[in-house]
């Protein structure tokens, strides 16, 4: 017996919810851990951003995206937009001291 279509629908939404959840507490997580990258940054004086360690994780990223079945592009992008977010970050923390 197949389900419902709005029964199909209310369950694969429920699931999106939940993916979604996980998603913004996952990258809570990453923030509050690259915030402490961008405090001993500025403790010691370090550049706000580390061009060749993303270049590095944009390679990562694509491959696990292509492993994945992800569109790699959009994981490049998704990723250089948090690092943007992580610069701003990193450069208010040296700002603050």
Do not use: C
Not at 15 to 30: K, P, Q
Not at 46 to 51: E, G, L, Q, R, V
Not at 64 to 83: G, H, I, M, Q, S
């Amino acid at each position: 017996m197949t389900e419902d279509p709005m029964t199909t629908l209310r369950r694969l939404r429920s699931s999106i919810d939940n993916i979604d959840a996980s998603l913004v507490y996952l990258l809570a997580e990453r923030f509050k851990a690259t915030k402490q990258v961008g405090y001993l940054k500025a403790e010691h004086g370090m550049p706000a951003s580390d061009p060749a360690r993303e270049e590095q994780q944009v390679a990562r990223l694509r491959r696990l995206a292509e492993e994945a079945d992800l569109d790699p592009a959009f994981a490049e992008k998704w990723f250089n937009f948090v690092v943007a977010e992580v610069i701003h970050h990193h450069t208010e923390a040296a700002d603050s001291r």
